[in-house]
């Protein structure tokens, strides 16, 4: 109904993948050739585009390959739920996520809401060094002047002695 499907059938059909029916009324454009993106899966819309077969993603003894599936099928639905604006969205996520860890997904909320995990993303990475230099900065606890910390001024024995 938003057109996202149908952008995800024209890039199906412009990278010469076949479309296969999947479950949960997706649809699995597989054998994509080109590099870009890297991952095996991508979605666009209601169409998830692969660059293995349609039996490789939806074998159901493969623990992994149905987390895959899973983690494309909650793309669909922030697909459908935003429509078109989901590419602004998404691609403004991916740079918040490259700014702070040099990754674009393990900070960007789509990859989050479709799970880190079962996408096969990293859970966590450590912010960029500049900016943990900058976070310690700002917490970085203040002392005394006396250089005893935890004690009143002017006092050298614990209260009520």
């Not at 080109?34 to 209601?46: L, N």
């Not at 998404?90 to 909320?109: D, E, Q």
């Amino acid at each position: 109904m938003n057109g996202t499907t149908l952008a995800g059938l024209l890039v199906a059909g412009l990278t010469g993948t076949r479309i296969r029916r999947g479950r949960h009324g997706v649809l699995i454009a597989e054998n994509y050739r080109f590099r870009f993106p890297a991952g095996t899966c991508f979605t666009v819309g209601s169409v998830i585009i692969t660059k293995r077969t349609a039996e490789w993603l939806l074998d159901e003894r493969d623990e992994r390959r149905v987390r895959l599936f899973t983690h494309e099928c909650r793309h669909a639905s922030q697909y459908a739920f935003l429509g078109p604006l989901f590419w602004p969205a998404y691609w403004l996520a991916c740079g918040w996520s490259i700014a702070l860890t040099r990754s674009y997904g393990v900070r960007n909320w789509f990859e989050k809401n479709a799970g880190l995990a079962d996408g096969a993303y990293p859970e966590e990475l450590p912010l960029r060094p500049s900016l943990q230099r900058v976070i310690s900065r700002r917490r970085k606890p203040m002392t005394p002047p006396s250089g005893e910390v935890g004690r009143e001024e002017g006092r050298t024995a614990p209260p009520g002695t």
